[in-house]
């Protein structure tokens, strides 16, 4: 690590690979040997065109799909997305059935209640979140357009670790914390959606990937650039797209490519989630873990200290030694250790070391 580099534990936005900011540095001023910047080059133009279309290539390739889904890049964030898919897919009679698994799942199925096309399949809001709904808690509506999960609850720390079971029910998952963290069968899902700011660049792009025969045809009632169809359409260029970010999404995609893909990010990211939850768990009560030990995440680990003063002291020792962004979000309180793709095996294990020392000094 260089030297001014801290461990970012950031919720999101969030740390990037070294190597992908390194590279972007290197080509900034001139890309592609064309004299101009990423910054600074029209959308239209074929060198913008190669890394439009590698990013969405390598997404694919990366999660082992074909033909029959599409890659969008859109933005208003993963918060549009809540909107548009009941815009899209919902009605009256075939209403968007919600999992309520944490405050972004809430957030979801709130935007379809808008439109009075929303209905809950299960929630754990009664037990504060803290574990993730079983397929036997699930009430599955037939009729229902489709069935919505967040899969990692980035604030209370929880993540799925079964795909449901929804009957025949379309599958539509925001994955925007744990994008391209593990292999899945991802062709169980019709529709997943990302922003990218947790797992894979810099705010200002979701990433949705969703099968080609629900992108086709969009209720021509909506305006253009609230229909799926526009983009899916326009190959995402229908207007301006944040070029830049999806250079950046691009570059990472290419890096999880090097790095032996999702199996081997997968290893990686549940050795780094091991050493903290071992440090919890070992802490004799001194560290409680929010999550049940069955729906941990391995993107967000979220835990509490004995007291708010220790929390404070926790926070400010743990920025002195670089280990930066550790507090978690006020809903839970507490620290949240947010280890995504890009955070280093010695970013989690100085971590570790730090909770255990911390742990006897204080405990
Ligand atoms: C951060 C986050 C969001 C919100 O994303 P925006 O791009 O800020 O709208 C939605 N869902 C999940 C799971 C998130 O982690």
Redesign the pocket.
């Given at each position: 690590m260089e030297a001014e580099r801290v461990y970012n534990f950031n919720?999101?936005p969030s740390t990037l690979p070294l190597e992908v900011l390194r590279e972007a540095q290197e080509e900034f001023l001139n890309f592609n040997a064309s004299g101009m910047s990423i910054l600074e080059i029209s959308h239209r133009a074929p060198e913008y065109d190669e890394v439009h279309n590698k990013a969405k290539a390598d997404i694919k390739e990366l999660m082992g799909l074909e033909d029959d889904y599409e890659v969008l890049f859109i933005q208003?964030?993963?918060?549009?997305?809540?909107a548009m898919l009941p815009m899209n897919f919902a009605t009256k009679e075939h209403p968007g059935s919600y999992v309520l698994s944490?405050s972004?799942?809430t957030?979801?199925y709130e935007e379809a209640a808008i439109l009075g096309v929303g209905e809950v399949a299960a929630s754990s809001k009664e037990v504060n979140f803290k574990h993730i709904p079983t397929q036997e808690e699930l009430k599955i509506n037939p009729q229902a357009a489709y069935v919505h999960l967040?899969?990692?609850?980035?604030?209370y720390g929880t993540e799925f670790h079964y795909i449901p079971d929804t009957k025949g029910v379309p599958l539509f998952a925001?994955?925007?914390?744990?994008i391209l963290s593990r292999p899945l069968d991802f062709k169980k899902f019709d529709f997943i959606y990302?922003?990218v700011?947790?797992n894979l660049g810099p705010?200002g792009v979701?990433l949705v990937i969703a099968k080609k025969s629900l992108l086709e045809n969009s209720p021509k009632t909506l305006p253009t650039m609230l229909r799926y169809d526009t983009f899916y359409r326009k190959n995402s260029l229908y207007n301006t797209p944040p070029a830049f970010c999806i250079y950046m999404v691009g570059k990472t995609a290419a890096w999880l490519k090097k790095q032996g893909g999702l199996s081997a990010m997968a290893e990686r990211n549940q050795k780094k989630a091991k050493l903290i939850y071992d440090v919890i768990d070992a802490s004799g009560g001194f560290y409680r873990g929010h999550a049940d030990p069955d729906s941990r995440s391995y993107m967000n680990v979220t835990f509490r200290l004995p007291s708010e003063e220790l929390e404070k002291k926790f926070v400010a020792e743990a920025k002195a030694q670089k280990l930066c962004g550790v507090k978690g979000h006020r809903s839970v309180g507490g620290m949240r250790a947010s280890i995504y793709n890009a955070m280093p095996y010695e970013g989690c294990a100085a971590l570790a070391d730090f909770m255990g020392d911390f742990c006897r000094k204080n405990g």
């Open positions: 919720p999101g208003g964030g993963a918060s549009l997305q809540f944490g972004f799942a957030k979801a967040c899969y990692n609850n980035t604030i925001d994955m925007s914390s744990d990302a922003g700011q947790k705010a979701v």
